[in-house]
Nanobody, 118 residues
Framework: QERLVESGGGLVQAGGSLRLSCQSTRFITSVFNQFRMAWYRQAPGKQRELVAAVSSSGVTNYSDSVKGRFTISRDNSKKAIYLRMNNLQPEDTAVYYC?????????WGKGTQVTVSS
């Protein structure tokens, strides 16, 4: 049984928007709250890269390539995180993965495909 399940990917034209969701299916709320949560992405032929992260206290950080366009948020009551992506560009095309990190505990979702057409 997966711990993290992503959804919301799809095909969108350049300039469009998508909202990704990541739902924790196994953590209880008090445990979920302890994790740093993040979105990574991996484009074909490239290494997986950090897109955005939100700490257990709600502090966010973004890669330079998405700063000002993407917004990460978390809802601890729902054990979920989200990634709002605006002004999408073809170079944003990738599989987007949800990540949970706490000390030496790390979990990944299976990913959701985002494709941006020009």
């Amino acid at each position: 049984q997966e711990r993290l399940v992503e959804s919301g990917g799809g095909l969108v034209q350049a300039g469009g928007s998508l909202r990704l969701s990541c739902q924790s299916t196994r953590f209880i709320t008090s445990v979920f709250n302890q994790f740093r949560m993040a979105w990574y992405r991996q484009a074909p032929g490239k290494q997986r890269e950090l897109v955005a992260a939100v700490s257990s206290s709600g502090v966010t950080n973004y890669s330079d390539s998405v700063k000002g366009r993407f917004t990460i948020s978390r809802d601890n009551s729902k054990k979920a995180i989200y990634l709002r992506m605006n002004n999408l560009q073809p170079e944003d095309t990738a599989v987007y993965y949800c990540n949970a990190l706490r000390s030496r505990d790390e979990y990944w979702g299976k990913g959701t495909q985002v494709t941006v057409s020009s």
